[in-house]
């Protein structure tokens, strides 16, 4: 059993606490001891003693410290606190119990004579500060504690979650997701409207086997016997962009073998016909959307394997940084884990590929060179998702560079001609990223600008702009002058008449 250290260090929101731990030798031999005066606080006040505090100068200075401890690292004020407040001993160093292994070995290194434990009794000693801290440190107001972990709190979450608007991959991550979901609902209610209104006019599926522009046509049509209403016609070329199918419509509906339809049932077809039209043309616009933000998020990796797929494998991975942490071979298989671990249990072959098999370097391998070039692929999917996650401003540059690599790599296995080496493309594409860089700084500038002048703007349009006020105030005292030019003559009258 170790033994108990002789002081503890307690990071609280509002500042460093020091406490002397007094029966050590007893606590470190006991632990429940110390779990039975965690409960009362005169007991576990006979262990404990505040030794020193030091509290944070602001709140910035509180999320600094924070943000040091929570990766291991060792902050100016703590070093200040610990070297002023911890005695240092002759023959043997002053052991110091922590919260965190990385902070005791970050302590070790900045403070020599110090010796910190993590591990034993420290815990719940630790747990009892916690707990009793109000109490413990009594020139310390009660509401002031709670107020500086509530504050410290929003401060750190606020910036643990800041991120780039323009890079957010949770967007992309809904997106894709919402995009799989209409293209199974909008195939279902395709079914149904075409089993649906088949029963009245079961000729036109044949003809028009799209299911967006079936539901447009039978949206249109409704009543086959009306086919020939003024507008129609036209109507339907617009939808079908064919004369020659629209002719075979409307001599279909003119000798169509389905039933007769009531109007209500009309309305109603009509009606569900319009909410698919209308998710139809929802799916195409989030594609786009889906587009823009990869663009923005990951630019590299769309111009590698396309928008969709790399919104897949970003959805798959969780975000964009876990899906820049995974190695190839893990990239190469996202997707078929199931076939993974099938193929591990029956001793079988293991697949080839995941979701990069909906890419269309895949589709035009041969079969015997697709898991090389699914490898190849997978190996520069990793370096572009790097790019994107890891570069302050990520361009298309090194996944077009990537993208003609995969090309080449296809022509050396169908022909045999040798492409150029890795490191000549990535100069190029250096070289390349730092115009298209310096570009889009540019543009972010002249962004920031333009927004400046905006809101600069719009309290003075409120007010009145400057020149409007001063047109004002010349035009308030020309009328002054006036007014005591008009004024003037009257009193030169009335003073003649007082001198007759």
Excluded at 23 to 35: K, L, N, W
Aim: one cysteine or more; glycine letters at 6%.
């Amino acid at each position: 059993m170790s033994e108990a250290p002789q002081y503890v260090l307690y990071e609280h929101a509002a500042g460093y606490a020091l406490f002397r731990v007094k029966e050590f030798e007893e606590t470190g031999q006991i632990i429940p001891q110390v779990d039975e005066a965690i409960g009362d606080v005169s007991k576990f006040g006979s262990v404990i003693k505040l030794l020193a505090f030091d509290p944070f100068k602001n709140t910035e200075a509180a999320l600094d410290n924070c943000n040091a401890i929570s990766e291991g690292l060792m902050h100016a004020d703590l070093v200040n606190f610990l070297e002023q407040n911890v005695p240092k001993e002759k023959k043997k160093k002053t052991t110091v119990g922590v919260n965190d292994g990385k902070l005791a070995g970050a302590i070790a290194e900045s403070v020599p004579h110090i010796k910190c434990q993590f591990t034993g009794v420290v815990p719940e000693i630790l747990r009892g500060i916690r707990i009793h801290f109000a109490t413990l440190a009594k020139g310390l107001p009660h509401h002031s504690l709670a107020k500086a972990q509530l504050s410290l709190g929003h401060s750190y979450s606020r910036g643990k979650v800041k991120f780039d608007v323009h890079r957010v991959d949770n967007m992309v991550i809904q997106s894709i997701a919402l995009l799989d979901q209409l293209d199974k609902d909008i195939n279902t209610f395709g079914m149904r409207i075409r089993e649906w209104y088949s029963y009245h006019f079961p000729e036109l599926y044949k003809i028009v086997p799209e299911a967006y522009k079936y539901v447009r046509c039978a949206r249109l049509i409704m009543d086959r016997k009306n086919i020939n209403d003024e507008g129609k016609v036209e109507e339907l070329q617009e939808v079908v962009e064919n004369e020659e199918k629209v002719a075979e419509i409307v001599e279909a509906a003119r000798t169509s073998m389905g039933m007769d339809i009531s109007l209500m049932d009309l309305l109603n077809i009509e009606r569900f016909a319009d909410r698919v039209a209308s998710l139809t043309e929802y799916r195409t616009r989030l594609h786009s959307y889906i587009k823009d933000r990869m663009h923005a998020c990951a630019p590299s990796l769309s111009a590698l394997i396309g928008e969709q797929v790399g919104a897949r494998l970003i959805s798959h991975a969780g975000s964009l940084t876990n899906l820049a942490k995974y190695p190839a071979s893990t990239v190469q298989i996202l997707g078929a884990e199931k076939a993974l671990f099938r193929a591990l249990k029956t001793r079988s072959n293991t697949p080839k590929y995941g979701l990069l098999f909906h890419s269309s370097f895949i589709g035009r391998a041969s079969a015997k060179n697709k898991g090389r070039i699914s490898r190849f692929l997978a190996n520069k999917c990793s370096i572009a998702s790097r790019i994107d996650c890891f570069a302050e401003v990520p361009v298309a540059a090194f996944g077009d560079h990537l993208r003609q690599q995969v090309e080449d790599r296809l022509k050396y296995f169908e022909t045999g001609e040798v492409p150029k080496k890795n490191v000549e493309v990535m100069k190029e594409a250096a070289v390349e990223a730092e115009v298209e860089q310096q570009k889009v700084v540019k543009k972010r500038k002249k962004a920031a600008k333009k927004a400046k002048k905006s809101v600069g703007e719009a309290p003075s349009a409120e007010k009145g702009s400057p020149k409007k006020r001063k047109v004002s105030e010349q035009e308030a005292a020309d009328d002054d002058e006036q007014m005591d030019v008009d004024a003037s003559p009257k009193k030169k009258k009335k003073s003649k008449k007082s001198k007759a």
